[in-house]
């Protein structure tokens, strides 16, 4: 692998210094700008409103751009970049997803989880990330959220993903 700008056993330190930085400003600037991916979307579409939208649109690209830096860095520390640029197939599933499925099934987990997402950041009002702010803020009703989205992830990786994959590929949905 080719070694970046700086060291490996610098970068493996030098890195997450940096993003925990990097984290706390983006809290920060979150919290004193009310931003929500879900709100921005609901202020495009219903009122024509763009601040909340056009922010959440800067935190992908600068999100894209800070990740292609540490790259150049330390590429030797975030493995497969450019990943799909690299394969035969771009549309071959992502590494560390879940193993064993076609690229349908990736395509319905996304579609499932994303509407899912979705329809319970409608329901509670906000994004992930916006619930996470108000639940440093004292929202109650988000620190429930923070709970839940923790104990349900830590429920998710021990027991549904197994059953997941099996389901597909029982379904046929496997890859291969």
């Not at 490996?8 to 009310?34: C, E, F, K, M, N």
């Not at 991916?37 to 609901?42: A, D, P, T, V």
């Not at 590429?75 to 590494?95: L, M, R």
């Amino acid at each position: 692998m080719a070694e970046g700008w700086i060291p490996g056993d610098i970068a493996l330190i030098l890195v997450p210094v940096i993003t925990l930085g990097l984290g706390l400003l983006i809290g920060y600037l979150a919290q004193r700008s009310g931003f929500c991916s879900i709100g921005g979307f609901r202020d495009l579409f219903l009122f024509k409103q763009t601040r909340l939208f056009f922010g959440y649109m800067a935190l992908i690209a600068f999100s894209f751009i800070g990740y292609l830096i540490f790259w150049l860095i330390a590429p030797h520390i975030i493995d497969g970049f450019y990943w799909s640029a690299n394969q035969a197939n771009p549309f071959k599933p992502i590494p560390g997803s879940i193993p064993g499925l076609s690229v349908a099934s990736y395509v319905i987990l996304a579609l499932v989880g994303g509407f899912g997402m979705g329809f319970l950041g409608v329901i509670l009002g906000g994004c992930p990330l916006r619930q996470v702010v108000m639940a440093s803020e004292g929202n109650r009703k988000s620190i429930f959220f923070v709970l839940g989205m923790s104990i349900g992830a830590i429920i998710y990786h021990g027991f549904i993903l197994g059953l997941v994959q099996g389901w597909f590929i029982a379904a046929g949905l496997g890859a291969g």
